[in-house]
């Protein structure tokens, strides 16, 4: 079946430092759409990412991420993190435009310094 | 902004209880989904439903029933808990096309098992 693979646990960082959280993926279909959801303290997960063509960067809140068919990544990027940023990250899959049941990677907890 | 009410938002069940958890959502999305979060595992899919009268089994449908009675309701029914049971549940709620395979998530329900 499908998987999803991230940046495992907990990533820190200095608030104003560059975010990469990491995200692979594996699926026997040639037309994935790739999602990035967001779940801060005591919330639930909400979208901020998504993405079915390959090599464009979409954009969102100051994220950005591009969908790589060809290394099967989906990488969410930030020029500067935010305290606001400290949450939990889930990147997930679905093989089907129609059906949208997605798999979802077991998140990468980001935690914003000042 | 999509609407997805679960309820109850906390529960103690003792083992070999019976356990039914409700979602309500007001958006007339056809697909809706239970996931379970645990620490380690991200949001793994129990049940999932393409309208009234369906149901599927996600990726852990062990111990778990699901029910669909109508477009606007899903419950996870948890026929004999058991302490492995101990999680929090999301409720969420999807369409196709303009937003397709974004989920929409109810605010979970914390659920103790003892």
């Known amino acids: 079946g499908d998987s999803v693979t991230q940046t495992e646990g907990l990533v820190t960082l200095t608030e104003g430092l560059p975010v990469m959280l990491n995200c692979t993926y594996q699926?026997?279909?040639?037309?994935?759409?790739l999602f990035w959801y967001v779940q801060h303290l005591n919330e639930s997960p909400r979208l901020l990412l998504k993405?079915?063509?390959?090599?464009k960067r979409t954009e969102h809140q100051g994220f950005h991420a591009t969908l790589h068919k060809s290394s099967s990544s989906f990488h969410l990027q930030k020029s500067s993190a935010q305290l606001s940023d400290s949450a939990l990250y889930y990147c997930a899959l679905s093989e089907s435009q129609v059906v949208g049941q997605l798999t979802f990677g077991r998140g990468t907890r980001l935690q914003v310094y000042a | 902004e999509a609407a997805v009410t679960q309820s109850p938002r906390n529960k103690v069940a003792v083992t070999g209880g019976k356990v039914t958890l409700s979602c309500n959502q007001t958006n007339n999305h056809n697909n809706m989904y239970w996931y379970r979060q645990d620490t380690g595992h991200g949001l793994r899919l129990i049940h999932y439903s393409y309208g009234a009268g369906s149901t599927e089994k996600g990726d852990i449908p062990d111990g778990y029933k699901a029910s669909r009675p109508s477009q606007e309701n899903f419950s996870l029914i948890l026929e004999l808990a058991t302490p492995s049971q101990t999680s929090v549940y999301f409720c969420?709620?999807?369409?196709?096309?303009?937003?397709?395979?974004?989920?929409?998530f109810g605010a979970g329900t914390r659920l103790s098992v003892l």
């Open positions: 969420a709620s999807g369409d196709t096309g303009g937003e397709q395979n974004t989920l929409y």
């Open positions: 993405s079915f063509t390959d090599n």
């Open positions: 699926t026997i279909y040639s037309n994935p759409f």
